[in-house]
């Protein structure tokens, strides 16, 4: 079974500044893929970036960035020029390639300070 | 493009009774998720369905629940009888080849 671990409850981050989040998962598998997510306190559930395991090459979509440590299992999220819109709960999520499921890591809740 | 569509946004219910969520996936994706959070469990997965067929129902917590998709554009998730415990909200989401998933508003449940 897979498992996804985010070791940060809450995190702060001042206007404009950078923040990483982190996330560690735990798979048997070769073949996955791993995602952030953001709910904002409207509870909808928004894709922010995605990873495929096979792919070297970290992921980024305009402010986010991911560094992808396959090695260590590691999948952190970093928000570059952050903004008060940026504040919302973020999830780490994995997904095999053989089962399409997602598993949720416990979620960061990130504020962001004027 | 409509995204996936969820109703009721809000139910609010008593004890004993039957609750139907229901849930409209983005025309042609293949894969349906229910998955639920709470507080206590976070977001998990309930059951998800490909070409209308359920392929995985063993995050289904019991026999109060059960989920139906009798076409490709239309699921439900029925509890019957509701209990204050499955007070949560309840989201469904879809995919299609791609392994992302887009995600429903999700439904607010209070089982009073």
């Known amino acids: 079974a897979q498992t996804v671990t985010q070791s940060q409850p809450e995190m702060s981050v001042q206007e404009a500044e950078t923040v990483t989040l982190s996330c560690t998962y735990d798979?048997?598998?070769?073949?996955?893929?791993l995602f952030w997510y953001k709910q904002p306190p409207s509870r909808q559930m928004i894709l922010v970036i995605r990873?495929?395991?096979?792919?070297?090459q970290n992921a980024t979509e305009n402010r986010f960035s991911v560094n992808f440590q396959k090695a260590a299992k590691s999948f952190s999220l970093k928000i570059s020029d952050s903004q008060l819109g940026d504040a919302a709960m973020y999830f780490c999520?994995?997904?095999?390639?053989?089962?399409?499921?997602?598993?949720f890591g416990s979620g960061t809740q990130l504020t962001v300070l004027p | 493009d409509a995204g996936v569509i969820q109703s009721p946004r809000h139910e609010v219910t008593e004890m004993g009774q039957e609750v139907t969520l229901r849930c409209k996936p983005i025309?042609?994706?293949?894969?349906l998720f229910w998955y639920r959070q709470t507080m206590m469990r976070g977001l998990e997965l309930l059951i998800y369905?490909?070409?209308?067929?359920?392929?995985?129902d063993s995050g289904m917590p019991e026999d109060r629940f059960s989920a139906k998709m009798p076409n490709a554009s239309f699921s439900t998730l029925k509890i019957q009888p509701s209990e204050p415990r499955d007070s949560a909200v309840y989201f469904c989401?879809?995919?299609?080849?791609?392994?992302?998933?887009?995600f429903g508003p999700g439904t607010r449940l209070t089982v009073l």
């Open positions: 989401a879809s995919s299609s080849g791609i392994h992302e998933q887009f």
């Open positions: 798979t048997s598998e070769s073949d996955y893929y």
């Open positions: 990873q495929e395991a096979y792919k070297q």
């Open positions: 999520a994995f997904s095999s390639g053989s089962a399409r499921q997602l598993t």
């Open positions: 025309s042609g994706h293949d894969y």
């Open positions: 369905f490909n070409n209308n067929v359920p392929i995985d």
